[in-house]
């Protein structure tokens, strides 16, 4: 069948008179809901889509407005990074075990890459699994993970062959979180919360079905993941923005308005307005496939305009952004970043340039993938991984 806006909001019509929102189980509806192909349109059938174009997501969701969601600042990782890797390179079974309990919200994911011995260069890195009969033992360390503390499962990235180089000798697998053998621990921001963890891998024992994509071919699989990540942070659209904010407190606080700051504003709307433009060009482009290294360039414009419109809200406001509601040790299951006090949002963004990358990996991205600049000298390139100075 051919789908076309009138067709996927016919679905929608058909999909609400046998559910009705107020009457069904939150759950249920949900479940429901991508069995019918409405969670994401661009899937295939039977794993909560339709097999439309990507566009037509935006009808599904305008005719399913105002019905039960599924807390998508809760499960980002999964739908941002999990769902698109699982669909590339998922067998069958795992597309089928994995995809609707992600999607539902039933199922929360975390990724498992940076440790604290490879963090911008990733492919360092040095938890081990190693193959003993149909399962992986993994050994190792890994930090910065965001929603370790609630995950049911992780996207894990670990060294399989340490004698070729260190790109090649990766393998990528789901991590059970609640397997014997994984220990979370928080890792407490400036913020005063504990969104972020390490996690300790002992002994971690994992079927030969929780691998993903085939030995050795890790980092392919894993680049997938950290492209679909960045245009995920960078430039999928948002019901409020950072801008709206700032723009918000200027109308209301005229006693605050000076015409520097006015010029400083007016700069970063015009900036705002062509990454929000950019980032609408972006997702008409995004094929059915992986996206490309252009989501590298969202991102970082993400970082810097998120962390000068902070500290512009905070200088605006003058001695009332100095505040600070509470420095209460939380573990939060999501980033209320608008949702909180100037305070909170600049020191929050300080770590918008360091997450889904950093700012410094990403030039070189742009400069290499994009820009097809020369590629900086690699002394390491064909070295084997256990050759390294460490």
């Known amino acids: 069948m051919t789908w076309d806006e009138a067709s996927v909001a016919e679905r929608a019509a058909a999909f609400l008179a046998e559910h009705d929102p107020a009457a069904t189980d939150r759950l249920e509806f949900l479940r429901a809901r991508f069995d ?18 990507r566009e037509l997501q935006a009808v599904a969701d305008r005719e399913l407005r105002g019905t039960p969601d599924n807390r998508p ?26 995809l609707r309990p992600l999607w539902t919200g ?18 360092t890195l040095a938890t081990r699994a190693v193959r003993e009969g149909d399962e992986w033992v993994v050994d190792g360390q890994k930090v910065w993970t965001s929603s370790a503390h609630t995950a049911r499962w992780g996207l894990l990235l670990a060294r ?3 004698g070729v180089p260190k790109h090649r000798g990766l393998t990528y697998f789901v991590c059970d979180m609640h397997a014997p053998g994984v220990e979370v621990r928080p890792l407490r921001q400036i913020t005063g919360e504990a969104e972020f963890n390490e996690v300790f891998l002992t002994g971690v024992r994992l079927p030969g079905a ?20 960045r245009v995920a942070i960078g430039g999928m659209p948002v019901r409020r923005t950072m801008m709206e904010v700032v723009a918000d407190t200027w109308r209301s606080r005229p006693e605050l308005r000076t015409h520097d700051l006015h010029q400083r504003l007016l700069r970063l709307w015009v900036e705002s307005e062509v990454m929000r433009l950019t980032a609408a060009r972006l997702r008409e482009q995004l094929a059915a496939g992986h996206p490309g290294p252009e989501g590298s360039g969202m991102k970082l414009a993400f970082a810097r305009l998120h962390q000068e419109l902070s500290g512009l809200e905070v200088e605006l406001l003058r001695e009332d952004g100095l505040g600070y509601d509470d420095w209460t040790f939380r573990r939060p299951e999501t980033v209320d970043f608008l949702g909180r006090e100037a305070g909170y949002r600049y020191l929050r963004a ?12 990403l030039r070189n991205i742009i400069a290499e993938r ?3 600049l020369p590629a900086e000298p690699r002394a390491d390139k064909d070295v084997a991984w256990k050759d390294l100075p460490r």
């Open 350 to 361: 300080k770590g918008n340039s360091i997450e889904g990358g950093t700012s410094e990996i």
């Open 160 to 162: 399989t062959d340490p």
């Open 73 to 98: 600042g809760r499960i980002g990782i999964g739908l941002g990074m999990a769902a698109p890797t699982i669909l590339a390179f998922g067998t069958d079974e795992q597309k089928r075990r994995f």
């Open 370 to 372: 994009v820009l097809g």
């Open 106 to 123: 039933e199922e929360v994911w975390c990724q498992l890459f940076s440790e604290p011995g490879a963090g911008s260069d990733l492919a």
């Open 210 to 229: 929780l691998r993903l994509g085939e030995t050795g071919d890790g980092w392919r699989v894993a680049q997938a993941t950290l492209m679909n990540e």
């Open 36 to 53: 019918a192909g409405l969670a994401w349109v661009h899937f295939p059938e039977g794993l909560g889509g339709l097999g439309a174009p």
